[in-house]
């Protein structure tokens, strides 16, 4: 019976360690796809049309998880796209709209929890397009530069 125990123990403890893995490589290629430069071709705004202080003209995200803004000057921020279920949970209370949606959390600060950044966007790529939803604003595009 402790065989049994230990056997099924080892396997629940492999099965959490790969679907960990998993998770992780997926948001490592969500991540890939961000690294580059995305330069603004919609603006977003809100209901009156004015646009929205947290969305730069340009994002540079660097591999190193920073991305510089140009509203912001060359700071290098910190940026994720690998937020746990305990944060998702945080941020969908606050936005309800973003449930089920890729998030990316940038810090404007580096020592802010994750989960207090007003820097809270829901993002999409298709193909060269890079499309960021911002609660209260009307969604951002980007196309990705070649430099």
């Excluded at 960990?20 to 209901?47: E, F, H, R, Y």
């Excluded at 290098?76 to 959390?105: A, C, Q, R, W």
Aim: net charge positive.
């Amino acid at each position: 019976m402790k065989r049994f125990v230990y056997v099924l123990v080892l396997v629940a403890i492999s099965m959490i360690v790969l679907q960990t893995q998993s998770v992780l490589a997926a948001n490592s290629k969500s991540d890939s796809k961000l690294v580059g430069s995305w330069k603004m071709t919609k603006n977003s705004v809100d209901s009156a049309g004015a646009p929205c202080p947290f969305v730069p003209e340009v994002f540079d995200f660097y591999k190193d998880k920073t991305v510089v803004l140009s509203n912001f000057g060359p700071q290098h921020l910190p940026y994720t796209t690998s937020v746990t279920n305990e944060e998702k949970e945080i941020i969908i209370k606050k936005m309800p709209d973003f449930k089920g949606k890729d998030i990316l959390l940038i810090k404007p600060n580096p020592n802010m929890d994750w989960t207090n950044t007003p820097m809270v966007y829901a993002y999409s790529i298709n193909n060269n397009e890079l499309t960021l939803s911002i609660l209260g604003y009307s969604p951002a595009t980007f196309a990705k530069s070649k430099k």
